[in-house]
T-cell receptor
Framework: AQKVTQAQTEISVVEKEDVTLDCVYE???????LFWYKQPPSGELVFLIR??????QNEISGRYSWNFQKSTSSFNFTITASQVVDSAVYFC???????????FGKGTKLSVKP | GAVVSQHPSRVICKSGTSVKIECRSL??????MFWYRQFPKQSLMLMAT?????????EQGVEKDKFLINHASLTLSTLTVTSAHPEDSSFYIC????????????FGDGTRLSIL
């Protein structure tokens, strides 16, 4: 069973639009972490945020915001006033288990057009 | 902070060659390092987890003898693809984590391996 689902394969928006990337996860652990990573065309993975399972407080960092809802097992990511430089593949990941291994979703490719 | 360096960034070599990829944590000690493989337009698949000084733990379906992992120090892990074949061509990316089991993993820039 897929543990991290990013239902949106590709999203295309025009610059300055707001966009929300969805992430739904599945776990039996009571302690776990959720992550978002950005992978630009150059290939490297950039860490954006980590959220633990006991902290449902939403977080805002500049144009980025995250909405964590345990009731729906979702950890959505919103970019406000998108920019061309936001174009990338965004991965949601779940960290669980004795090793804390990351389980990645399939990613959402975001294209921001000028 | 939390910089991970991966080298080389790109390798093109003939079938049958063994290729070594290095992953270094530059400004922190990494108790655990991870190796992932990513096919074009797909997600990252964990290959193995290595803790410094002990044998790597491989994911199901990953050949231990094919993908040799060494984690000799708290700042260096290496992945050697032995006798590489075209089907081994992929993007390999490592990550390093400090000490917390659920701390963030910091990723290297990846290595694009092309086997002719």
């Amino acid at each position: 069973a897929q543990k991290v689902t990013q239902a949106q394969t590709e999203i295309s928006v025009v610059e300055k639009e707001d966009v929300t990337l969805d992430c739904v996860y599945e776990t039996r652990d009571t302690t776990y972490y959720l992550f978002w990573y950005k992978q630009p065309p150059s290939g490297e993975l950039v860490f954006l945020i980590r959220r633990n399972s006991f902290d449902e407080q939403n977080e805002i960092s500049g144009r980025y915001s995250w909405n964590f809802q345990k009731s729906t097992s979702s950890f959505n990511f919103t970019i406000t006033a998108s920019q061309v430089v936001d174009s990338a593949v965004y991965f949601c990941a779940l960290g669980e288990g004795s090793q804390g291994n990351l389980i990645f979703g399939k990613g959402t490719k975001l294209s921001v057009k000028p | 902070g939390a910089v991970v360096s991966q080298h080389p960034s790109r390798v093109i070599c003939k079938s049958g060659t063994s290729v070594k990829i290095e992953c270094r944590s530059l400004d922190f000690q990494a108790t655990t390092m991870f190796w992932y493989r990513q096919f074009p337009k797909q997600s990252l698949m964990l290959m193995a987890t290595s803790n410094e000084g002990s044998k790597a733990t491989y994911e199901q379906g990953v050949e231990k003898d094919k993908f040799l992992i060494n984690h000799a120090s708290l700042t260096l892990s290496t992945l050697t693809v032995t006798s590489a074949h075209p089907e081994d061509s992929s993007f390999y990316i490592c990550s390093a984590r400090k000490d917390s089991r659920l701390g963030p993993q910091h990723f290297g820039d990846g290595t694009r391996l092309s086997i002719l």
